[in-house]
């Protein structure tokens, strides 16, 4: 019987209306085929269960059993085996596609629901595929006879699935499910076609979810934690896949086999879409009310040349990474001047930035150090077009192309990704072909992209970097070290190098341990000097007492304070960088521009929201420091909940600052984080601090790991509480025992009063904990 047999005139051809209420199945075909990669993500052979139903109409035969009406099963399989087995295929999205227009073109199936599970698909888990639903108005004639490339495209009735997948974890509220991981069966299924911004049913979208992606994100996070309540556990598992893994809408299903003594399992099913999330969010904001933030008075005389970023415009629908480096001329310089230029048409926004890395040359080793980063941006430019505006940043800041190739340059702006495309001509190549190999890359573009995959090799991006730098330790391949680095008053620092000693100087008449010591603009200037040759590395100016409990003087009284010291420095060549100690931005605005580098908020921008955009216009380093109130106010905000979790209320709290400061364009390799010793934390919360600061800044699990972090415990009342010392200046060995331990834990910067004697204390420190294996 040839395919025209099957549908004889008037029982199923294409202009006959039918009501598709009938079905024909197929289930369990079993073909073999290299479809994308193997639980080991090798590209090899493997089985596929394709599964069909096939809607139409079999009145006519039924009523006749007459064979001329019958669909010939036989001939669905065979055309169905053959398409599947004589090409790869890079998912088992783009082969359900595949299959459903086949079935459509070659057997004349008005509709079709094709179904693909994938075996060998993951490690833990029973298997994985899609099941999709086609019909023939879905494509166009010519993506039908193949003429045309045919985009992947999912509806609200598509659904990407994990079937059985198997983790451990604590799970229970009896003693001895406390004490041992139990197994648990998780089956999840993924709506890549819903869209909760269109009546909650798009028509076809183009995004997909790769389900490797999401079960090593969720095993990540599930196999970490412990719960009490299954209903918790599911609840976790669709909030991670939403806010970690972008989905819009999941169902899961989890069941405890070990629940019950005399039943398979028990468990729970929820299906979860983002808005849910977003409306919790808002009703337990809304609940807990807007925390205290003591308003101040600003003159817009200071800060009408604060820039102002909105919200990305809608146009910019494209998402790519791009890769920055520079040797030549002032290299970070170069690298935030490209980043402008970027953004000057309206092409493109740059949404985040990784931290800044020196690096030694690769290929051509004889020139100067490398600055490299990475940057994510919007755009609505084709991959071609950016190219172009790359190239011609490139042009503009005197990149000259006809040197020798990987020799040195002032910029050089490579496209990395660029949505989960692949594309290559003589030109560009997308994603960029060697970005696996070069450490330079893969480094900075973690900080920004670790959980983004490579749509070519199937691995996150940390997972590339973790295995190029297991193949650099087995073949013993030094490309020398690789240095996190802050731009600061022309010289580049390494956080790695040495933990930096910021010494304070009050220009204040009330400070708690030197107020009026150093309240005239010459003593200030001297102390200054004085702090430099004691071993400071930077000298932090404040104008206004932050003690708890002290008075907030005027705006023009800060300035006239502070501003004076800072000119007088500059004018006798002091060269050490200086850091200005303000929450007011127009106070920060006029310390930059009278020749301070650095910016420390004690209030992380929640006191004056122009801090942001003065940050972002200077482009200069900047300190977002953890408190809650105000200088009156603090110390009656140290509740942190049942728990007292004050390190996880400090993560989530200088989480949202930084992201604010991201999004008003300040550079993430400026940011520095305090957790704020002292400010609205008893002296059991400021221990808990400094015990658990590796938890807070090196932590997987933190959303501050990696941001450079600064600790002021300098004569703070918690360590005269524990040394019985009331006298503040008398505080430096108690001080020094917190500085030890801050340099233990990871910071990177210390903030002290007593430099000359804390100087040996660092040295000893560093010596310690930061000597390299």
Not at 65 to 88: F, M, N, Q, R, W
Not at 664 to 669: D, N, S
């Amino acid at each position: 019987m040839d395919h025209q047999q099957q549908h004889p005139k008037g029982a199923a051809s294409d202009a006959v209306e039918l009501p598709m209420h009938d079905k024909i199945c197929i289930r369990d075909l079993t073909v073999r085929n290299i479809i994308g990669v193997d639980a080991w993500e090798r590209s090899k052979r493997q089985p596929i269960i394709i599964n069909l139903v096939v809607y139409t109409s079999v009145s006519q035969a039924g009523d006749t059993d007459h064979l001329p009406y019958s669909i010939h099963y036989g001939i669905l399989c065979k055309t169905v085996e053959a398409h599947s087995e004589k090409t790869e295929f890079r998912s088992v999205e783009a082969l359900a596609d595949s299959i459903a227009r086949v079935v459509i073109t070659k057997c004349h199936a008005p509709k079709i629901t094709v179904r693909i599970d994938k075996p060998r698909a993951l490690l833990h888990a029973a298997s994985a595929g899609v099941e999709i639903t086609r019909q023939k108005s879905d494509y166009t004639a010519e993506q039908l006879a193949g003429t045309v490339p045919c985009p992947l495209k999912f509806n609200h009735q598509d659904v990407i699935f994990v079937k059985d997948l198997r983790l451990s974890c604590i799970i229970g509220v009896n003693p001895w499910e406390r004490e041992e991981e139990q197994v648990v069966v998780l089956n999840l299924q993924i709506y890549p076609g819903y869209d909760d911004s269109n009546d909650r049913k798009a028509d076809y979208v183009s995004s997909t979810h790769n389900y490797r992606t999401i079960v090593r994100t969720i095993t990540k996070y599930i196999e970490a934690s412990s719960y009490k309540t299954v209903e918790a556990f599911v609840t976790s598992v669709a909030r991670i896949a939403i806010e970690k893994c972008h989905v819009s809408k999941i169902t899961v299903k989890m069941e405890k086999p070990s629940a019950i003594v005399f039943a398979g399992s028990a468990g729970v099913e929820i299906t979860r879409d983002r808005a849910f999330f977003a409306n919790a969010a808002a009703n337990k904001t809304h609940t807990r009310g807007v925390s205290s933030v003591s308003s101040i008075a600003l003159n817009p005389h200071h800060l009408r040349d604060i820039p102002r970023r909105g919200p990305v415009p809608a146009h910019l629908t494209h998402e790519s990474f791009l890769a920055l480096g520079s040797n030549l001329g002032d290299s970070a310089a170069n690298l935030s001047n490209a980043l402008k230029m970027l953004e000057q048409d309206g092409h493109v926004r740059v949404v985040d930035t990784s931290f800044m890395y020196e690096t030694p040359p690769m290929y051509v080793t004889d020139q100067p150090p490398f600055l490299n980063a990475a940057c994510k941006i919007k755009t609505d430019l084709a991959p071609l077009d950016l190219l172009k505006k790359l190239k011609e940043i490139e042009a503009e800041m005197g990149r000259d192309f006809n040197t020798i190739r990987n020799g040195p340059r002032p910029i050089d702006l490579d496209i990395l990704l660029y949505d989960s495309i692949e594309y290559k001509d003589d030109t560009l190549t997308i994603p960029h072909i060697a970005m696996q190999d070069r450490e330079f890359v893969l480094r900075p573009l973690c900080d920004i992209a670790k959980d983004v995959e490579h749509p070519k090799l199937y691995r996150h991006i940390s997972q590339l970097l973790s295995q190029l730098l297991l193949k650099q330790e087995e073949n013993k391949i030094d490309d020398g070290a690789i240095h996190k680095s802050v731009p600061l008053r022309g010289k580049i620092y390494h956080w790695d190098a040495k933990t930096l000693i910021m010494g304070i100087l009050n220009t204040t008449p009330d400070s708690f341990s030197d107020g009026g010591n150093y309240s005239t603009t010459e003593s200030a200037a001297l102390r200054a000097q004085q702090l430099v040759e004691d071993g400071a590395d930077i000298i932090d100016i404040g104008g206004m007492s932050t003690r708890p409990n002290s008075e907030e003087i005027s705006e023009e009284e800060e300035l006239n304070r502070v501003v004076p010291v800072i000119k007088l420095l500059r004018s006798r060549g002091f060269e050490a960088p200086i850091s200005v100690d303000t929450f007011r931005a127009s106070v920060a605005d006029k310390a930059i521009e009278a020749g301070a580098d650095l910016i420390n908020d004690v209030s992380a921008g929640r006191r004056d929201p122009a801090m942001y955009g003065v940050m972002a216009k200077w482009n200069v380093p900047v300190c977002l420091m953890h408190m809650r109130g105000d200088s009156k106010t603090m110390m009656s905000q140290t509740d942190y909940g049942a728990k007292n979790d004050v390190v996880g209320a400090i993560a989530r709290d200088l989480h949202k600052s930084v992201q604010r400061a991201i999004a008003a364009g300040v550079h993430r390799w400026n940011i520095i984080v305090d957790p704020g010793v002292g400010f609205a934390k008893d002296s059991e919360q400021s221990l808990q601090v400094l015990r658990r600061l590796p938890e807070l800044i090196h932590s997987e699990s933190s959303q501050l790991i990696g941001y450079p972090c600064l600790v002021g415990p300098s004569r703070k009342a918690f360590i005269g509480q524990l040394t019985q010392q009331a006298d503040a200046t008398k505080r430096t060995w108690g001080t020094a025992a917190a500085c030890t331990a801050s340099v233990a834990g990871g910071a990177s910067i210390v903030r002290v009063h007593d430099v000359k004697e804390i100087r040996d204390v660092i040295k000893v420190s560093d010596a310690i904990w930061r000597v390299k294996a």
